[in-house]
């Protein structure tokens, strides 16, 4: 698997400029047996936008942050914004892809499509598995949003929403069914702005009272609704999301753990090095050691 040199930048693809989706807010493409132009996706990338694909055959490789896939027949697999992904061999592709970004989101007809458990992703899902029945409904769903993106008119987004608001309900309810420590949230709670602040901030700011003055709300207050909303410490939050960026960035890039504890907020590699083993067990050099040997 192909990683990032130090003097590089992990490359993020917008929906518009993505060599493969080639779209604007929305996006859907079929494949059938083709073998798209995917050199630059033999790289870990990020993607600015959500992507879902129903493999209708498998056997394709790829990653998703830390975790490999083979990818499976008849089998849904979904990545949102900022995972790191790459793909080891650019096989043929058997399947349907559809992607939209926050902007589609935002779209006032759209706006209950982002509340949605499959498309907020809380337990950083990438796989579903479907029965007979799951996947005639979600080929079925996708024939109809295809058909509607190729064929431009007054009613076109509004169908598109329609259909794809009753695909992913569907499927939200798969996630919930197979990740079982999924809890609903209210999209106005406090733990989602504060999910949302840490994601917008957590190379900044490392503190629980910062964000709090971020939310108008008092440390205290946080702490305690954050804890009884999530079953978590509210610092743990923070935590997590720099473990997570500093796993991504130690397994697919050769930057330095100076340059890795300096673009997480750290003004010293020493002590970047001590959080992560605090957090992790082992050292961000084991750690990176150990996940290699994964591929090799």
Not at 121 to 145: G, H, V
Not at 241 to 256: C, I, K, Q, W
């Amino acid at each position: 698997m192909n990683t990032i040199k130090n003097n590089q930048d992990v490359p993020v693809f917008s929906l518009e400029h993505d060599p493969v989706m080639k779209g604007k807010l929305f996006s859907i493409k079929q494949f059938e047996g083709v073998r798209p132009h995917q050199s630059e996706l033999l790289v870990p990338h990020r993607k600015d936008y959500y992507l879902f694909v129903f493999a209708r055959r498998g056997g394709a490789r790829f990653w998703a942050d830390m975790a490999s896939y083979e990818t499976k027949d008849n089998t849904f697999y979904l990545m949102g914004p900022n995972q790191v992904i790459v793909k080891e061999e650019p096989k043929c592709m058997w399947g349907t892809a559809l992607a939209f970004d926050k902007q589609f989101l935002a779209l006032h007809d759209n706006d209950s499509l982002a509340r949605l458990p499959i498309v907020r992703n809380e337990q950083n899902a990438n796989e579903l598995i479907l029965s007979e029945a799951d996947i005639t409904f979600t080929e079925d769903m996708l024939a109809k949003i295809l058909k509607e993106y190729s064929e431009p008119g007054e009613w076109q987004q509004r169908m598109i929403t329609a259909y794809l608001m009753l695909l992913l309900t569907y499927l939200s309810r798969l996630y919930s069914e197979q990740y079982e420590n999924f809890t609903p949230a209210n999209d106005k709670s406090l733990l989602k702005k504060y999910q949302t602040a840490i994601e917008e901030n957590f190379r900044e700011i490392h503190q629980v009272s910062e964000y709090a003055a971020l939310l108008y709300v008092s440390p205290g207050h946080l702490r305690d609704v954050i804890k009884a909303q999530s079953g978590k410490p509210a610092i743990a939050h923070i935590q997590e999301r720099m473990v997570l960026e500093a796993r991504r960035m130690l397994f697919h890039t050769e930057y330095s753990l100076k340059e890795i504890g300096f673009d997480l907020g750290f003004s010293d590699a020493s002590y970047f090095s001590r959080f992560f083993k605090r957090e992790t067990g082992v050292t961000p050099a084991e750690y990176r050691a150990l996940t290699r040997e994964m591929y090799q």
